[in-house]
């Protein structure tokens, strides 16, 4: 079975500062795909940055990087120079496999201050 | 590219009716699509898998009989709830995997909250 886990149920940050969002992930699979995505008040899913398990390099996506450490098997994302409006849900997700639908873990809620 | 829609938005019903949620790839042919639900400050919980020209697949613990899928084209799936109560009240996020795609992204709809009276 696949698992993830996020520790964080919330964090605070102050804008134009980093933070990194905590993502362990658990699965017998060699194959598998790491996601990130956000999820705003308004309820919609989107898309952040994706990392292989073959890739070899860490993935980046703009202000976000996936600090892939496939050894500790964590996924964690990192936010840099955070802006008011990157205050939302963010879950991490994984899909194992040839199949495609996705486990999610519970979610840090993020919140930037000024 | 990469659209998702859903139709409603939002919706309130009364005990015992039927509602049907829409989700439609816009730009995209989606073979599979995934039907989720979500609680207030929960996360996502798969309730299905979408396959076109045949039957969805469920995961455990939810009723195929309340939770009707039909996935009748390359670019819609509907999902029924059938007898609505106030316990089936909740958000429900449908998402498509875009045919062809190097990796098993989703795209997701923006999601549609029930509310049962």
């Known amino acids: 079975a696949q698992k993830i886990t996020q520790t964080q149920p919330g964090m605070f940050v102050q804008e134009k500062e980093a933070v990194t969002l905590d993502c362990t992930y658990d699965?017998?699979?060699?194959?598998?795909?790491l996601f990130w995505y956000k999820q705003p008040s308004s309820g919609e899913m989107i898309f952040l940055i994706y990392?292989?398990?073959?890739?070899?390099q860490n993935a980046t996506e703009g202000r976000y990087s996936l600090n892939f450490q496939k050894a500790r098997k964590s996924a964690n994302l990192v936010i840099s120079a955070s802006q008011l409006g990157d205050s939302a849900m963010y879950f991490c997700?994984?899909?194992?496999?040839?199949?495609?639908?996705?486990?999610f873990g519970t979610g840090t809620r993020l919140q930037v201050t000024l | 590219g990469a659209v998702v829609s859903q139709h409603p938005s939002w919706v309130i019903c009364k005990s015992g009716t039927s509602v049907k949620i829409e989700c439609r790839s816009l730009d995209f042919q989606a073979t599979t699509m995934f039907w989720y639900r979500q609680f207030p400050k929960q996360s996502l919980m798969l309730m299905a898998t979408?396959?076109?020209?045949?039957?969805?697949?469920?995961e455990q613990g939810v009723e195929k009989d309340k939770f009707l899928i039909n996935h009748a084209s390359l670019t819609l799936s509907t999902l029924t709830v059938t007898s609505a109560h106030p316990e089936d009240s909740s958000f429900y996020i449908c998402?498509?995997?875009?045919?062809?795609?190097?990796?098993?992204?989703?795209?997701f709809g923006p999601g549609t909250r029930l509310t049962v009276l």
């Open positions: 990392q292989g398990s073959y890739d070899q």
């Open positions: 997700a994984m899909s194992t496999g040839t199949a495609s639908k996705l486990t």
């Open positions: 979408s396959n076109e020209g045949s039957k969805a697949t469920y």
């Open positions: 998402s498509a995997n875009r045919d062809g795609n190097s990796y098993n992204e989703q795209f």
């Open positions: 699965t017998s699979d060699p194959s598998y795909g």
